[in-house]
């Protein structure tokens, strides 16, 4: 939630149709193909849904006829596996794993009935991975097209703390307005992660690059000859891009006054094939002169107790980067999932927007020029 406009600026810089954005999603229409370009391309979507329908479901018979009325055969075949995954929102069906069983249930009875055999259910790893969504009594089903969580790149086996996902940092990046030439910097860097998506931007690596697995529309029984070629395409341009900005990186900084968090970073970056300037330092130290961008996610809690002087020292870095009357001449980005951080900047926000950080209310706030994205 908060990020909704960068990953519709994001898909409509994909060149897909109808992109349109509401309170937690993004919309958009097009083929197959469009859906797999989606999944190779997006850095800041979670997952990409294929709707497949939407009916009425006010009570269980309602939603199992619904799911039946669906020609799973064209999705599905004896020799598949399946899941299915299950929300609900103010509705009269409230258990979602009850939701999820019901239209398990609906799937394999067709099967049944049609061809006498049934698909198998797979929670760990299925190959056709449905959603269903309930809202005001609104069912819609959808196919999973990445399967796993788009979120998962690879690389970062490690951490140090409570790290970001790849798609929220990628999003920050976004949202902070960098040109991909200026000098870049996350002083508190953690893991790692900011920094490591910046770098991929700025090299344009996709992120259907760096993934080992399948996705999940490959392993659809519909997914024959001509969609592994239009796959293969998406993937050769895709590398085509990155060799043309291979090797012309901006300055890419990742600080953090803890080495321990400056090794991980630099064992994430380098499974993330890409090379940063990575720097032991404290906050106080500070940042080089220039048109910085900096974006930061400061941790709070266990790995970090906000002391007045600590508090000071953070309002203070901000302020030199990004404060023209205090030498400032960059701009600086921060995700505060405290009041306390937000409350130590002097300067009033360009900018702030509320963004859910897992179950974490958050203030992404901007301050100083922010170039267009």
Not at 186 to 197: A, R
Not at 274 to 299: F, K, R
């Amino acid at each position: 939630m908060g990020t909704e406009p960068a990953l519709r600026d994001e898909l409509r810089e994909l060149r897909l149709r109808s992109v349109r954005a509401d309170r937690g999603g993004v919309h958009f229409e097009g083929s197959l193909t469009d859906g797999m370009r989606a999944c190779f391309h997006s850095r800041v979507a979670q997952r990409i849904l294929l709707e497949l329908a939407a009916f009425d479901a006010p009570n269980e018979a309602a939603l199992y006829e619904g799911v039946r009325s669906v020609t799973w055969a064209e999705h599905l075949s004896t020799k598949t596996s399946f899941a299915v995954r299950a929300s609900s929102k103010k509705s009269a069906l409230t258990h979602t794993q009850f939701l999820a069983q019901l239209v398990k249930d609906a799937v394999v009875d067709q099967f049944r009935e049609e061809q006498g055999q049934r698909p198998d259910v797979s929670r760990d790893d299925p190959d056709v991975l449905l959603s269903l969504h309930l809202a005001q009594n609104q069912a819609t089903l959808y196919l999973d097209l990445a399967g796993d969580a788009l979120f998962a790149r690879g690389y970062r086996t490690r951490h140090d703390g409570a790290p970001l996902k790849e798609t929220l940092a990628a999003a920050l990046v976004r949202m902070s307005g960098w040109d991909q030439q200026s000098p870049f910097i996350d002083p508190m860097c953690g893991s790692g992660t900011v920094v490591i998506e910046a770098a991929l931007l700025a090299s344009a690596v996709a992120p259907g690059l760096m993934k080992k697995q399948k996705f999940g529309f490959q392993r659809w029984a519909s997914f024959g000859a001509s969609e592994a070629a239009a796959l293969q395409s998406i993937r050769e341009r895709a590398s085509e891009a990155h060799e043309k900005k291979k090797g012309a990186l901006p300055r890419i900084v990742g600080r953090d006054v803890a080495a321990s968090a400056i090794e991980v970073t630099r064992e994430n970056a380098g499974r993330a094939g890409v090379t940063l300037e990575l720097v032991q330092a404290d906050i106080a130290v500070a940042i080089p002169e220039g048109a910085w961008t900096m974006v930061v996610n400061p941790p709070y809690g266990d790995r970090m107790s906000l002391t007045p002087k600590l508090l000071s020292s953070f309002g203070a870095m901000v302020e030199r980067n990004s404060n023209p009357k205090k030498g400032g001449e960059g701009s600086s980005s921060v995700l505060c999932g405290t009041p306390e951080l937000l409350e130590a900047i002097p300067s009033r926000p360009s900018k702030l927007v509320r963004i859910m950080n897992g179950d974490i209310e958050c203030r992404f706030a901007s301050y100083g020029e922010r170039k267009p994205a």
